[in-house]
């Protein structure tokens, strides 16, 4: 929102609302104490929100196999449908990355990095500071306890790296699904104020295949997460509706539980698990965030 201001506004308005990292907002706060200037102000942030989008990026990691492929490219295509048909969340606003050339129908690239990369160039250039950011992330995932890593095609996603794609969006509102293995040590990592990130796995222990994204489909073809029934899904609904379905799953195949969802919303690098509940510092922002939209008021 900085860009619409004159120069010698944005000189004005000290060290502390400029400290932000590149790409970041600058706090409400900071703007509102500002002397003279708190009606205009007010006016250009009703302006960049009246003009905020969405965006949706999903991308389905490395396979291996066919079958792995063809899964993730699956519940991929069908999370974006239901986000646009169920959820009005049209399938023209989201971009969808895949492992291979032989599932490229309705698919923007093969999810190489260096396509990935381009993608969150094209972000980049198109988002404004009141957009929100919906990343869906389906796959393989690995760790070596430093340096976590998403699997794709060729070189793959490490923690860091991705960390840095989104440090450099102006969006100030972005919420990830991370549904792969080790994807809890890419939460504490990727972990700041501005995200909430719902991964399948609590750490960089919990290393087998993941199923939360057959129970996200779930979520977005029934009402089912949400509890509250005001016809809206927030993130904290989600996250306790994909804990108890995955639980569910390996209780009911007598299985020993390898996958725990987690959840990262306030920056503290600490990721909660359902049993740890609010008491472990999360869900307060998780609770205000929507997934799914309530009726008649689309977007994310």
């Known amino acids: 929102m900085l860009d619409l201001l004159p120069?010698?506004?944005?000189?004005?308005?000290?060290?502390?609302?400029?400290?932000?990292?590149?790409?970041r907002f600058v706090s409400s706060a900071a703007f509102w104490g500002l002397t003279g200037w708190g009606f205009l102000l007010s006016f250009v942030f009703a302006l960049s929100t009246a003009q905020a989008a969405d965006h949706l990026l999903l991308i389905g990691g490395l396979g291996g196999e066919e079958k792995?492929?063809?899964e993730f490219h699956e519940a991929l295509t069908t999370i974006r449908s239901l986000l646009a048909e169920k959820h009005g969340r049209p399938a023209a606003n989201a971009r969808l990355l895949t492992d291979s050339e032989a599932t490229t129908r309705g698919v923007n690239a093969v999810s190489t990095l260096e396509n990935v990369a381009?993608?969150?160039?094209?972000?980049?250039?198109?988002?404004?500071?009141?957009?929100?950011?919906?990343?869906?992330?389906?796959?393989?995932?690995q760790s070596d306890f430093q340096e976590p890593k998403f699997n794709l095609p060729g070189r793959d996603l490490t923690a860091s790296a991705l960390g840095r794609m989104l440090d450099a969006?102006?969006?100030?509102?972005?919420?990830?699904?991370?549904a792969f293995p080790c994807s809890g040590h890419f939460s504490q990592i990727l972990a700041h104020p501005l995200r909430t990130i719902l991964a399948s796995t609590d750490g960089p222990r919990q290393i087998h295949h993941c199923v939360m994204p057959r129970y996200l489909i779930e979520a977005l073809k029934t009402d089912a997460a949400d509890t509250d029934h005001d016809g809206a899904v927030s993130f904290y609904e989600l996250f306790g509706f994909l804990s108890q379905e995955v639980e569910g799953h390996f209780v009911g195949g007598d299985m020993l539980q390898t996958e725990n969802p987690s959840l990262e919303d306030n920056g503290d690098r600490e990721v909660t698990t359902l049993a740890e509940g609010m008491d472990a510092g999360d869900g307060e922002n998780a609770k205000r965030i929507r997934f799914t939209p309530a009726p008649g008021k689309p977007g994310i």
Request: aromatic letters at 4%; proline letters at 7%; glycine letters at 10%.
């Open 7 to 23: 120069q010698h506004m944005v000189n004005g308005l000290g060290p502390r609302a400029l400290s932000a990292p590149p790409g």
């Open 118 to 141: 381009r993608e969150f160039e094209r972000l980049r250039a198109d988002m404004r500071t009141s957009d929100t950011l919906l990343l869906i992330l389906v796959g393989h995932g």
């Open 169 to 178: 969006l102006p969006a100030q509102d972005q919420r990830l699904v991370l």
């Open 68 to 70: 792995y492929s063809k």
